[in-house]
């Protein structure tokens, strides 16, 4: 029978379980499927969650393997990164094969962004279970259960990455289409050659203006992959109206480049505009779209502005 | 880099001996091939001036 006294003697075994379970909980908690619709099938979440419960393990393991002054047992957890960045590798191929069928593409810097995610998960599961496993091997296990319900709380605080709004005031933008000319405010987009197209740009386009707010966001939204990005998120999260084979209506984003104000033209099937606005907030900022040049160029002992 | 396909209109001064280019008998007419042919090759049709289309590959 496992009573309190039995457990109170079996601190290697407590702190191993609750280790592997709170490590297997949180890879639970940030395997999360949105409007991203990845992972979204059942197999797809079981290979998640499987690596999720093989990294708490590992990290569990590692508390008492190290207390038995077994040092070499730190190898296990080399293993483990050798096995992440397999996921990450296993992430960005299966991506980049089905991005060529997507009518609007998620582009090579939103793959990463997401493969980098999905290893940094790993690793953060790994570091929940060792910390948990340590304190109740250690202290006790009512304090593993605490520190496991801590990491839980950082953990979910770790998932909320920046998104668009952080760094542009977004604002609906006219779109015209006539002489052959596409324009967004006072923003050229593209030539687009026959009536029947410029009819339907006109009839189901929408523009929207995205203003940075500083001179880093200005760098930022120039960047080609983020630009491609908001396209592919908008397109999911609002439909769009086009097809293969139609190369004039293709959403397409541009640069003002006297402001350094990005335009979007859309060609969403829903066209309500609140849906739309909050779509066009909530894109995430990708993080290797991320540039600070106002911190890179500041030199040591300048005053800092911000 | 686009690639230019061909050229389509109403008046050959309009484009070079030896380029890839349909002359058409009218505005209509242009319209029509312009359209079949944005369809048919996969390619943006672009309308440079009235009566001049160019058909660009962007694949």
Not at chain 1, 86 to 93: A, I, S
Request: net charge neutral; charged share 20%; hydrophobic share 50%.
């Amino acid at each position: 029978m496992i009573t309190a006294k039995w457990l109170a003697g079996h601190h290697e075994l407590m702190g191993v379980t609750l280790g592997t379970l709170f490590g297997f909980l949180a890879r639970v908690v940030m395997l999360r499927s949105d409007y991203r619709q990845y992972p979204a099938y059942p197999h797809g979440k079981i290979i998640h969650l499987a690596l999720g419960l093989i990294a708490g393990a590992l990290g569990a393991v590692a508390v008492p393997a190290l207390m038995s002054k077994d040092y070499t047992a730190i190898t296990f957890l080399s293993l483990a990164a050798q096995q992440f960045r397999e996921v990450r590798n296993m992430e960005r191929g299966t991506l980049t094969a089905i991005d060529h069928q997507e009518l609007v593409p998620r582009g090579a810097t939103y793959i990463e962004g997401i493969a980098v995610v999905f290893e940094g998960r790993n690793y953060l599961s790994i570091a929940t279970a060792l910390l948990v496993s340590f304190a109740a091997t250690i202290i006790g296990w009512i304090w593993g259960v605490l520190l496991g319900v801590v990491c839980m709380a950082i953990v979910l605080r770790f998932m909320k990455g920046k998104t668009i709004e952080d760094i542009a005031i977004v604002s609906f933008a006219p779109v015209e289409a006539k002489n052959a000319s596409v324009t967004v405010g006072n923003v050229y987009i593209m030539n687009v050659g026959l009536e029947p197209d410029l009819a339907v740009i006109r009839k189901q386009a929408m523009g929207f203006l995205l203003t940075p707010v500083s001179d880093d966001a200005k760098v930022t939204l120039s960047n080609l992959g983020l630009r491609q990005a908001i396209l592919h998120d908008l397109s999911t999260r609002l439909g769009v109206y086009r097809d293969d084979g139609e190369p004039a209506l293709v959403p397409i984003a541009k640069l003002d480049l006297s402001t350094g104000a990005l335009a979007v033209l859309l060609l969403p099937r829903e066209q309500d505009k609140d849906k739309a606005l909050k779509a066009m907030r909530d894109v995430p900022l990708l993080e290797s779209a991320v540039r600070r040049p106002t911190k890179a160029n500041k030199t040591k002992g300048e005053p800092n502005y911000g | 880099m686009a690639k230019i396909v061909m050229f389509l209109t109403t008046d050959p001064t309009n484009v070079s001996e030896g380029s890839a280019a349909l002359i058409a008998k009218s505005e209509e007419e242009l319209q029509n091939l312009t359209n079949l042919l944005e369809k048919i090759l996969d390619c943006a049709a672009h309308k440079l001036k009235d009566g001049l289309y160019m058909v660009v590959d962007r694949h």
